[in-house]
Nanobody, 125 residues
Framework: QVQLVESGGGLAQADGSLRLSCAAS????????MGWFRQAPGKEREHVGT????????RYADSLKGRFTIFRDNAKKMVYLQMNSLKADDTATYYC??????????????????WGQGIQVTVSS
């Protein structure tokens, strides 16, 4: 079982940028896709994006394409979420998660077997 710890959250201004990091411990980090999800108060957890195990493929929620970028460093066991042009609607708790697949085009929460504790991002307008 991998353990995941997010960092880098906090308060940001609208139109600003923020980078979230997720540190993994445990074996086999580079064998599985990683995802980012978010959950705003009173809303369901939603998929932000996924990166393949080798970092060569990514996919994002349609509404976030062009603003958010996921990348990973397997040597450091890190995955990142770069968020640009932030909006107030991006305010949420953000989670990184490890998929049970090398790569997947499904965004099923059930496919992600390990989760971080979440980190708050607040965007002020």
């Amino acid at each position: 079982q991998v353990q995941l710890v997010e960092s880098g959250g906090g308060l940001a201004q609208a139109d600003g940028s923020l980078r979230l990091s997720c540190a993994a411990s445990g074996r086999a980090f580079s064998s599985f896709a990683m995802g980012w999800f978010r959950q705003a108060p009173g809303k369901e957890r939603e998929h932000v994006g996924t990166i393949s195990a080798d970092g060569e493929a990514t996919r994002y929620a349609d509404s976030l394409k062009g603003r958010f970028t996921i990348f990973r460093d397997n040597a450091k066991k890190m995955v990142y979420l770069q968020m640009n042009s932030l909006k107030a609607d991006d305010t949420a708790t953000y989670y990184c998660a490890q998929s049970k697949w090398y790569w997947s085009t499904d965004d099923e929460i059930a496919d992600f077997t390990s989760w971080g504790q979440g980190i708050q991002v607040t965007v002020s307008s």
